[in-house]
């Protein structure tokens, strides 16, 4: 059994690289080392946890059982290190060349993004943006480790590990053709249960908020179709009869169409909030602070 002691963080800087990049040859050019350098070090942690660690399948390498035991720890462990021996930052929007790398899914890129480029153009041209589509709980994940600085979606009972601060609060809307039958005298109940709808579900659920709300008044409708985003609703909803019960920012979007119309639901939903998730730090991080407040600004 390998010792603390035995150890440095050299062997576990290299580890970290390896789950990442899963290639021996791009985890030493991530470090900054030769090819037989990273082999060494691999060889010499195989041999101090007494387990392979790394399976090559292909040109992958594949984590151990052991290995992904370790990973997330380790990975915590070394950016609590990194953070602790770094200097104070400090930040120029206007003069800062920092990349941020944002998750979310196909609503924050709908909503969040479009609103947000323009003020860091304006106030920080020299500052680039990394969006990712990441299923939310997976984000928590990747925030632990470093590989994400944000994760924008709906955390209502996040891990006291995070801050969460709310982008906007957002309700529903009904949308569907204008000439929809459900729609030709006003969007009653009976007429909302009886159509068909189409559901926005990232993880392929075929219950949302609204079930559960139809659910309190002993109503239930039928999800004739899930789609993983909301950018295939506008065509969906023009040629078919199906309803969309999504949030009112996307449903402006379709504002415009006069083939199109959108109303409240005939029962009440609840409101949901947007939040900017991030890693709670014991030291500041200007820039992040204020990428959060860019992100808050452009949706009021």
């Known amino acids: 059994m ?47 946890l007494d387990d392979e660690l790394f399976r090559r ?14 990973a997330e720890p380790i990975s915590r462990a070394l950016a609590a290190a990194r953070e602790a021996l770094e200097p104070p930052a400090s930040f120029d929007p206007s003069r800062s060349t920092r990349k941020f790398t944002l998750s979310g899914g196909d609503y924050a890129l709908s909503v ?13 041209p020299g500052i680039d943006l ?14 632990d480790d470093g590989r994400l600085d944000l994760a924008l979606s709906v ?8 801050e969460a601060v709310t982008v906007f609060e957002e309700h529903f809307v009904c949308v569907a053709r204008r000439d929809h039958p459900a729609m030709a005298n006003g969007l009653t109940l009976d007429g909302y249960a009886s159509a068909l709808h189409v559901l ?44 969309a019960t999504i949030g009112a920012r996307v449903a402006q979007t379709f504002r415009q169409d006069p083939r199109l119309t959108m109303t409240s639901p005939p029962v009440a939903t609840p409101v949901w909030r947007m939040q900017a998730l991030r890693l709670r730090r014991s030291r500041p991080d200007p820039g992040l602070n204020w990428l959060i407040e860019q992100i808050v600004a452009s949706q009021t």
Do not use: C, W
């Open 130 to 143: 990394r969006f990712r589509f990441v299923e939310k709980d997976l984000a928590l994940t990747l925030l």
């Open 200 to 243: 926005v579900t990232e993880r392929g659920d075929e219950r949302g908020a609204v079930d559960e709300a139809l659910a309190r008044v002993n109503r239930e409708r039928r999800i004739a179709l899930t789609v993983p985003s909301v950018l295939v609703l506008h065509r969906l909803l023009v040629e078919t009869d199906l309803v």
């Open 2 to 48: 390998a010792h603390l002691k035995d150890i440095d963080l050299n062997l576990l800087t290299a580890f970290d690289a390896m789950m990442s990049e899963r290639s021996v040859g791009r985890a030493a050019l991530r470090l900054g080392i030769g090819q037989p350098a990273a082999s060494h070090a691999l060889a010499r942690l195989r041999t101090l």
């Open 155 to 162: 955390y209502p009972n996040a891990p006291k590990r995070y």
């Open 112 to 124: 969040a993004l479009p609103a947000l480029l323009p003020l860091v153009r304006r106030h920080a």
């Open 57 to 70: 399948d292909g040109r992958t390498m594949v984590p151990t059982e052991r290995a992904l035991e370790i």
